[in-house]
């Protein structure tokens, strides 16, 4: 068996291993003004360190096989993990999980669709799955926060929502303000960092390009394209949950369902 890979590999981590100084650096910097964050620190970056090491070593596995069915899998994958960590954040929401997982579905699998049919990407695993995890984390994070927040601002105006059900309006006419200050709380971020991307810092993917070798110009187009399909992801899911949410917050009686917004 051929193991030059391996030692190529080792090779190759000589600098990630040099720059963990600058992590021995905040974890010195911790001790000396007491935060006590030394050992999340330390666990925080090994778990990083062996999380890429292991992707690493199946994302050369998946390439080497071109075959759509990894693809695929490694996509169900990542939306699983996403739709956990999302509903984990909006924990009060019933189904919050599932309810997650379903909406980053969607509007990453929407997304691809479309960039895929505009030949925008073609269909391989080294363009595929990068894009879907740029998709799928940013899907994820504000999924979550507009679980939460929809769910938070009912609570706090509990007697308007009682009140325009009382009026003759249904659950959903009862909670649309809510829905849509949710969704504007949670795409601000995604909106601001498009107008600012470039001004402030240079996107991990442009900075990627850039020191692989690739020209500016040639970064700025692939930037562009992930700003595009990273706002058009993150919105089609958010709202995909929102319309998901509703429903669990009433009861068959369209009456809010005292559970939900009891505990914090």
């Known amino acids: 068996m051929d193991w030059g890979w ?35 620190m330390i666990y925080s970056i090994f778990r990083a360190f062996l999380q890429l090491s292991i992707i690493g070593f199946v994302l050369q596995f998946i390439f080497n096989q071109q075959n759509i069915a990894w693809i695929l899998l490694a ?28 909406s ?76 849509k200050r949710a969704l504007v709380i949670a795409l601000s971020p995604v909106l601001d960092n498009a107008k600012t991307v470039g001004l402030i810092s240079l996107p991990g993917a442009m900075t990627g390009l850039i020191m692989g070798g690739a020209s500016p110009l040639e970064a700025i187009q692939l930037q562009i394209i992930v700003m595009n399909m990273l706002i058009g992801a993150s919105t089609f899911s958010s709202i995909m949950s929102t319309y998901l949410c509703w429903p669990n917050f009433f009861t068959k009686t369209y009456q809010l369902e005292s559970k939900v917004f009891s505990s914090d």
């Open 6 to 40: 391996l030692s190529e590999f080792m090779e190759g981590m000589l600098k990630p291993v040099a720059a963990l100084s600058v992590v021995l650096m905040a974890v010195a910097l911790s001790y000396l003004q007491r935060l006590d964050l030394q050992g999340e």
């Open 75 to 102: 996509y169900l994958f990542m939306v699983s993990v996403a739709g956990y960590t999302a509903g984990k954040r909006a924990k009060h929401v019933p189904k919050g999980m599932y309810v997650a997982g379903a």
């Open 104 to 179: 980053i579905l969607a509007g990453t699998s929407v997304t691809m669709f479309l960039l895929v049919v505009l030949n925008v990407f073609p269909f391989t695993p080294r363009y595929i799955i990068p894009v879907a995890g740029m998709m799928v984390g940013n899907a994820m994070t504000v999924t979550g926060v507009t679980m939460k927040r929809l769910r938070d601002d009912i609570k706090s105006q509990t007697n308007l929502v009682e009140t325009a059900l009382a009026l003759g309006a249904t659950p959903r006419q009862a909670v649309l303000e809510n829905m």
